[in-house]
């Protein structure tokens, strides 16, 4: 067993996040070991992971650009333009994300994904085990056990500071709790998901859009479908736990193929394998992590969503993942203490990280139930407008989200003045022309800011 060196880090989990932090940290000297408890994906097919595919967005692109990975993995990415919103009639409306190509979003694959930065990670210089789970921490000690995967033997690695990647189900976040309260609170969901394909058409063509994230809204749930570059896409249909239909009363694939012929029958003759799929596939369960501390001194931080798991439905966990691997590898860089640069990497990320993870819940039912609402379609014509109206004030709540980097706080604060104000100037009314634009001009002026930070405006992004 080998003392660790001053700058060295033992980090818990390959995946997303801690591939990402290790070439960051790596690439700044440090020296990084990571611990994973899957094989390599690069020698054996990587092993599934949360979801097929991700949305990427400005915050995980940016962090990408820190670690010269965003042109790898934009090389493998589908340009996804605004939601394809598929009624019960079959009809197909595109909903724009932003005001043009230079406001999209990307489809990517999380395996190709992980298996980039993980050869960025090691090319960096960072030391990647594979087939090692945490099992334990001797915090007293620094002393973290580890299981081989394959032959179920020990391993003892001595450590200076652990960082847990391992995502929500986090061992570290479970040994730390052992050691102390981290006020750990999770709220699941009453709704979960399961994952389809549409595979290529006999071409090898794709066989809708492929340039969109498609919606099939139905009030309490839905379907929607990402695109992947090997011309597939990946459904994930979203339904309630209990009731009608739920996960409860549709178990069977014949009850899956009536649920798909009564409310996405456009979909059925994408999905040949329907049957197939929701046999293999298994339900995946959905919820909202809280902790008060992320950190225990300078022994143990985590992030990404062994910290902090969300819901998916703002696309933006990994995003966020991203953007804390950045802050704690600045922090690691500024503060040569360790304990207060994690000290001060939570109190920059934390509140942050909450913010996302409330828009996130809020975003299932605008997804599932206000797409093809006209109250709705008329607040986003008055966004559109009022962005052209206000420039750099006032900022779409997508916009913000998706395409800026503003601290997810501030996104939040500023989206729930701008819903009030979208909300009281539509009441009533079924078309722009009869809002009243002095009262509202006064109220944005008196209520928001212009923010640095536009996209279109020259803004840093
Ligand atoms: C259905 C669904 C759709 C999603 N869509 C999006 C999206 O469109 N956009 C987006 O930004 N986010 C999305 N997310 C969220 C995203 O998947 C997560 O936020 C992201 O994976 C977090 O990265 P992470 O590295 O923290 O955790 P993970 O990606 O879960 O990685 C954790 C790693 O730790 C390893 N590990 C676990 N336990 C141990 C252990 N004991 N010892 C060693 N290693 C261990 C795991 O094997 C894994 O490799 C989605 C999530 C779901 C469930």
């Known amino acids: 067993m080998n003392k660790p060196a001053d700058r060295s880090l033992t980090l818990i989990g390959a995946g997303l996040a801690g591939a ?185 063509e794709f066989q809708i859009e492929p340039n969109a994230l498609h919606i099939w809204p139905r009030g309490h749930y839905m379907c929607i479908a990402l695109p992947n570059d090997e011309k597939t896409f990946t459904v994930t249909l979203f339904l309630p736990n209990a009731g009608e239909p739920s996960f409860a009363s549709v178990t069977t694939p014949a009850q899956a193929r009536a649920l798909f012929e009564r409310d996405f029958a456009d979909a059925i ?75 001060a990497f939570e109190r920059e990320r934390q509140p942050n990280a909450a913010a996302i993870q409330a828009m996130a819940l809020e975003n299932y039912v605008e997804m599932r139930d206000k797409v093809d609402d006209a109250d709705f379609l008329l607040q986003r014509a008055l966004e559109r407008t009022l962005q052209e109206r206000h420039p750099g004030r006032f900022v779409p709540h997508y916009t913000m989200v998706s395409f800026m980097r503003i601290p997810y706080a501030q996104a939040l604060e500023r989206s729930e003045i701008q819903r009030e104000l979208l909300v009281q100037a539509t009441r009533g009314h079924d078309s722009l022309e009869q809002i009243d634009w002095a009262a509202l001009d006064a109220q944005i002026l008196q209520r928001l800011s212009v923010l640095d930070d536009v996209p279109g405006q020259g803004g840093p992004r």
């Open 20 to 204: 990402l932090l290790a070439t960051l940290l790596a690439r700044k000297g440090w020296q990084v070991d990571v611990f994973e408890k899957r094989g390599d994906p690069r020698q054996q097919g990587y092993a599934g992971g949360r979801s097929i595919n991700l949305a990427l967005a400005e915050r995980g692109r940016h962090a990408l650009r820190q670690a010269d990975a965003d042109e790898a993995v934009m090389r493998q990415a589908v340009m996804m333009r605004g939601r394809m919103v598929h009624s019960r009639e079959g009809q197909v409306q595109l909903q724009r994300y932003g005001r043009d190509d230079s406001e999209v979003i990307w489809s990517i694959h999380r395996g190709d994904l992980n298996i980039t930065l993980l050869d960025l990670a090691e090319q960096a210089g960072a030391r990647l085990h594979f087939h090692r789970r945490l099992d334990q921490v001797d915090f007293e000690r620094r002393l973290a056990h580890f299981t081989d995967e394959q032959n179920g033997g020990a391993h003892l690695v001595e450590f200076q500071s652990l960082v847990g990647a391992d995502g929500a189900g986090s061992s570290l976040r479970a040994a730390m709790l052992r050691e102390r309260d981290l006020g750990e609170r999770t709220e699941f969901l009453d709704h979960s998901y399961k994952e389809l394909e549409i595979p290529p058409d006999a071409e090898g």
């Open 269 to 343: 003759p994408l999905i040949p394998a329907l049957e197939q799929d929701w046999q293999r596939n298994p339900v995946g369960l959905l919820a909202t992590l809280y902790l008060d501390s992320w950190h225990i001194d300078e022994r143990a931080v985590l992030l990404g969503d062994a910290a902090h798991a969300m819901v998916p439905f703002h696309g933006q966990g990994m995003n966020c993942a991203f953007e804390d691997c950045v802050a704690l590898a600045e922090h690691l860089q500024r503060t040569p203490d360790r304990a207060a640069a994690f000290a």
